[in-house]
């Protein structure tokens, strides 16, 4: 049994709180976050893969400008959509957001539905599962490399295994699972907000222990072989 399905229930409903909390006091900093229209939703999360967020919000907001609705970015040229999204590079990338907004015109906009979501092109489950969560309040978590990360170190004591994909991680679908259990969709939009909140300005690489709110709950910083100038 792993030491999260060992966690008594206490504990992990202290954790779940205080992630919340957190998400809620300092979650929801990008507009996306916030923007329960799905086109929006999925916009954002597509142009994050391979870009950072700062620079994410910028192009986010021109895209939007210039194209607020899928069907309109249905009709763009690559050359204008290009002009507006230079900035998060990857011309070939990008200029995919315009096929996409194709496929959701055809599918009759955004659907509430995974497999209807996984059915665009280049749009995989982090994608799709965000989009259900912000937009359609539906009770999924998305999993990726930050809440595998953060998930693993403070449920179970460790660092996550290298290069596993999160959607291929059983032991990360079991500790998701343990601690998202009867939340509803709202509260798990808080504790998904408050996990990117730990990751981005302390559980990084060479997590900052001593500066996080769960350093008294989290099993890797409460263990005794974490160095002490982390602790
Ligand atoms: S206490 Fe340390 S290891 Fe645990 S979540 Fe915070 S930064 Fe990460």
């Known amino acids: 049994?792993?030491?999260?399905?060992?966690?008594r229930p206490e504990d992990r409903s202290r954790i779940a709180a205080s992630l919340a909390a957190l998400g809620i006091e300092r979650?929801?900093?990008y507009p996306w976050h916030r923007a329960e229209e799905p086109f929006r939703v999925l916009l954002a999360e597509y142009l994050l893969r391979r870009t950072t967020r700062k620079v994410v919000a910028r192009v986010y907001e021109r895209v939007l400008s210039r194209y607020p609705s899928a069907a309109a970015l249905a009709t763009a040229r690559d050359e204008d959509l290009w002009a507006v999204a230079r900035e998060a590079g990857l011309r070939r990338r990008t200029l995919q957001l315009i096929e996409i907004a194709?496929?959701?015109?055809?599918?009759?906009g955004v659907q509430p539905s995974r497999e209807r979501l996984l059915d665009l092109p280049f749009?995989?489950?982090?994608i799709a599962d965000a989009v259900l969560l912000y937009s359609f309040n539906e009770r999924v978590f998305p999993?990726?490399?930050?809440?595998q990360r953060v998930l693993y170190r403070v449920m179970q004591g460790t660092h996550p295994p290298k290069s596993m994909d999160p959607y291929r991680d059983k032991a990360l679908e079991q500790i998701a699972d343990v601690l998202t259990k009867n939340l509803d969709a709202v509260r798990l939009r808080h504790l998904h907000q408050g996990i990117l909140v730990?990751?981005?300005?302390?559980?990084?690489?060479a997590p900052i222990c001593r500066a996080c709110?769960?350093?008294?709950l989290c099993l890797y910083s409460t263990q005794s072989d974490v160095p002490a100038s982390l602790r």
Do not use: H, K
Request: aromatic share 8%.
């Open 143 to 147: 999993l990726d490399n930050n809440v």
């Open 27 to 29: 979650g929801y900093s």
């Open 1 to 7: 049994m792993s030491p999260a399905t060992c966690m």
């Open 102 to 108: 194709r496929q959701i015109v055809q599918q009759g």
């Open 213 to 216: 709110t769960l350093r008294t």
């Open 198 to 205: 730990v990751a981005w300005e302390v559980c990084r690489a």
């Open 123 to 126: 749009v995989g489950p982090y």
